[in-house]
Structures are given as C-alpha cells and as structure tokens.
C-alpha cells in the first residue's frame, strides 16, 4: 500500500503532468485522483483545494528548475557563456510533463496563471512568484555580462531582466501557437542580444551556436 509521503508526491506530479498539457480550469479534482490512482479522501487529506495543491506542485518543480538555473550562471562559466547556456536551456524539451507532439517547450507556471479567475487568487499568485524568481537570476546574468564589458549600454539591470523574460515567454507562446522549434531558436538569439546590446563583435550567429 502506498504510503503517505508517495500519495502526496503522486498527486503532485499528476497535477502538474495534467495541467501542463490542458489547462488549470479543465483539470478537475476527481481527474487527479483517478490519474494519480488515489481516492478523493486521499486528496483532501493532503490538500484543502485544487489551488492549494498547483501551488505546492508549481514550487515542488520550482526546485527542479532552481538546478538548471544555478547551473547556468555557476561563476565557472564566462558571462556571455552564461547566456547562451539559458538559451540552450529555453529550447531544452521538458520530457517530464509535455504529452503533445509541440517541439516548443511551454512553462507550467505562466500558462496557467493566465487562464485563472478572479476566485483563483492563489494560482494567480504563485505565477508571479516564480516569474519574480526566475528575473532574479536574469538580472543576475545581466549584471554579470555589464561587469564583464560584454554590453555596448548600461541599462537598469532589473528592467533588462524583466524584458528578457517578456521577450522569452512571448516567443514561446508564439511558437507553441505555430509548432515551430525553429521560428524560435531563429529569434531567441537576435531578440537577447537586441535587448541586451551585445557588442558586435561577442556576437554569435545561429550557425555557430
């Protein structure tokens, strides 16, 4: 019999797995449950609500993720290295929810933080707070690439790091909507150095990365 510790990480990875692939709104309590093979009282003994439960799933891969992050801007790398390895990690498949046969990878917390009502406050929130941490490492790398000269302008390295997430998640969106890896991979590159004003000369082409 499964025992406490295994229901509850059962019913995180479902959760995400489902609401990854559909939408917040369309995955129910009793879908859960029947996917992750536990019992409706199994759930409420673990979680009050299905936003209560998204919100431990969303900071459980948050944890996942924090990885890939710290090892994208480990001080072992040099700082534009340090941006095209978050490049590289942008295009990186996500084998662990994504069931669709879109090549363009989708992020679990901002989708559904855009499909949520007003009664859904939570979800809402835990949506910016992963945004509010994942910009902390951006404004991390933009400062790195200023103090090693890499930049042609100083710009507020906070709003930098917001716009290369904007610039990030809209294109991802755009691609999903085309199914088009490659309309991505084309821009993503262009788009950072554009925002960021990268010196001509640390400037790569898509060909060379």
């Excluded at 072992?76 to 590289?88: A, F, T």
Aim: aromatic letters at 8%.
């Amino acid at each position: 019999m499964r025992n406490a510790a295994e229901t509850r990480k059962k019913l995180l990875d479902t959760a995400m797995r489902l609401i990854f692939n559909s939408n917040y709104a369309a995955v129910g309590v009793a879908e859960i449950c029947k996917q992750a093979g536990v019992t409706k009282g199994s759930f409420y003994h673990h979680f009050e609500t299905k936003a209560d439960l998204y919100v431990e799933a969303s900071r459980t891969y948050w944890e996942d993720l924090r990885t890939d992050f710290d090892s994208v801007l480990s001080p072992i790398h040099e700082p534009l290295d340090q941006l095209e390895r978050l490049i590289d990690l942008i295009l990186k498949p996500e084998p662990k929810f994504a069931e669709d046969d879109n090549p363009v990878p989708a992020c679990p917390f901002f989708t559904p933080g855009c499909q949520i009502g007003s009664g859904e406050e939570k979800v809402r929130q835990v949506a910016i707070d992963m945004a509010e941490r994942a910009n902390r490492y951006d404004t991390a790398l933009v400062r790195n690439l200023q103090a090693a000269g890499v930049l042609a302008s100083d710009g507020d390295p906070e709003q930098l790091g917001r716009l290369i997430h904007y610039h990030i998640h809209g294109l991802m969106i755009y691609g999903r909507i085309h199914k088009d890896i490659e309309v991505v991979r084309k821009d993503i590159r262009e788009g950072l150095y554009r925002l960021l004003d990268v010196k001509p000369e640390y400037r790569k082409t898509q060909v060379e990365a």
